[in-house]
């Protein structure tokens, strides 16, 4: 008899760890995760899509995106109009990133706009990063629930709310982790990342987030139907702006990534003088971006510098 038969006799552990084994391939094989069916797409199963990775946020959000790819040396500073809204711009040159187009029930715009140190191009250092989703219709309440859960997200710096007699408002400062596989429940914001990865920009390890969510749901003076869904239906709009608290030029943090954590950053002068230089920011560009949705005849006040604008 052979070694090996000797050994698949006499040892039933190593021959039970053997059949797991091989049973393991088998699965992974047949039901990869993205990152395995990406090195090797000639395996027989399929991986679940980005739409499916994270969270309730992503698994509401976004099925069969159309993406198109704008020409990044173009241009825009002051503010740009999006439809019957004008988007006022932090101080800066930025460069449209990516559009994209979602089929119903999730009908809705995004826009993506990058601000960069540097080329623009391979080797720019991104200092700020500009995402709107906006949705023409109402949304069902489930995927309009989703798209504000950032608000209640204990991970926040800060969060406000506005009950206004027509719509909620929510403002929030949160750190975010960009050098994660998933650096967003939305799978919008991580294929944006993923494309300045692909251009071969240099992002920081974190960057920190305002955000802004408007919620304004369909009364029956609108036409909204009886439901049994504790939300109405409900357009939602959101705007996300991540900046780069870094060292100017460079993508260096100003602070260890570990103190970025809402529970560190009182204790490292840094980062906390930072966060609340963006945080008492943030307040005054809210109210530019109130103006342009609410008086988007009236051109929005110019925005005050941001503390991650290094420029001239």
Known sequence: MSAFGQLWKRAPLWRLSLLVGIAGLGLAAFFPTPFLKAQCPWLPGSAESLEKTGAADSAAAVPQARFTYPDLRESLQGSVP?????????????????????????????????????????????TGLLVVQVSPTPL???????????????????????????ETQCTFLSPTLLGQQTVSFNPLITETIARLH???????????????????PQTAEDGAGASSASLPPAQVMTVDLLLAPTKPGTTHLLAPLQAWDRQEIG??????????????????????????????????????????FHGP
């Not at 999730?106 to 991104?126: I, Q």
């Not at 069902?140 to 710096?157: E, F, L, S, V």
């Open 82 to 126: 999006l439809g019957a809204f004008i988007l006022p711009l932090p101080e800066g040159t930025w460069h449209p990133l990516l559009a994209a187009q979602t089929p119903p029930p999730a009908s809705f715009s995004y826009l993506a706009f990058v601000r960069l140190t540097g080329p623009v191009g391979t080797g720019g250092k991104v």
């Open 140 to 166: 069902p309440p489930a995927i309009a629930d989703t798209m504000m859960a950032a608000c209640h997200d204990d991970r926040n710096y800060m969060t406000q709310l506005r009950e206004l007699p027509r």
């Open 198 to 216: 692909t251009l071969d920009m240099l992002l920081p390890p974190l960057m920190i987030m305002s955000g802004w969510r408007l919620f304004r």
């Open 267 to 308: 204790h490292v002068a840094a980062a906390r003088s930072y966060v609340t230089a963006q945080k008492n920011w943030t307040g005054q560009w809210i109210a530019r971006l109130n103006q342009g949705f609410h008086i988007p005849a009236l051109e929005p006040s110019p925005t005050p510098r941001d503390p991650a």
